[in-house]
């Protein structure tokens, strides 16, 4: 048994078993195709000339990286927004920007749905089906989640 938990029933563990425990929970390969990414990261911000960011481990590096930022309204990408609207636009005069959208469900049927057996709440298999009803209805934002909603 490992000698941080022997003697305890629910174990026990210090600050460096802990410590230890979260440096072991990843795989050794994992780790080592970490540390390669992070320094062909380094290594492109280096031959790029770019502004080198301080960092030692993964989750430091995406804290810098995936920093809330706005891609909307920033400045930094206007040019992009901007490229982006053009290419909208672009699509819509040649008439390649067309969305076809599928109609929404009838309320009266998804009425009628939420009071049939098969959704019925008070049995294992109808609160199942509730549940799975609810969860296309408003999760699945595919045209064909609606179109297969519609068929229940």
Not at 39 to 52: A, K, T, W
Not at 93 to 118: C, F, N
């Amino acid at each position: 048994m490992d000698s941080a938990v022997e003697g305890y029933r629910f174990g026990h563990s210090d600050e460096n078993g802990l410590n230890q425990l979260l440096k072991d929970k990843d795989a050794q390969n994992n780790k080592k195709a970490t540390k390669a990414a992070m320094s062909v990261f380094l290594q492109y911000l280096l031959s790029e000339n770019r502004d080198v960011i301080d960092f030692e481990t993964a989750d430091e590096l995406n804290a810098v990286l995936y920093m809330e930022i706005d891609i909307i309204k920033d400045i930094r990408f206007k040019r992009a927004n901007d490229t982006f609207r053009a290419v909208t636009i672009q699509l819509k005069r040649q008439d390649l920007g067309k969305t076809d959208h599928t109609p929404s469900l009838d309320e009266d049927a998804v009425g009628k749905s939420y009071g049939s057996v098969a959704l019925n709440t008070d049995t294992p298999c109808g609160l199942f089906q509730n549940v799975w009803f609810d969860i296309m209805r408003y999760l699945c934002i595919c045209a064909e989640g609606a179109e297969k909603i519609s068929e229940v």
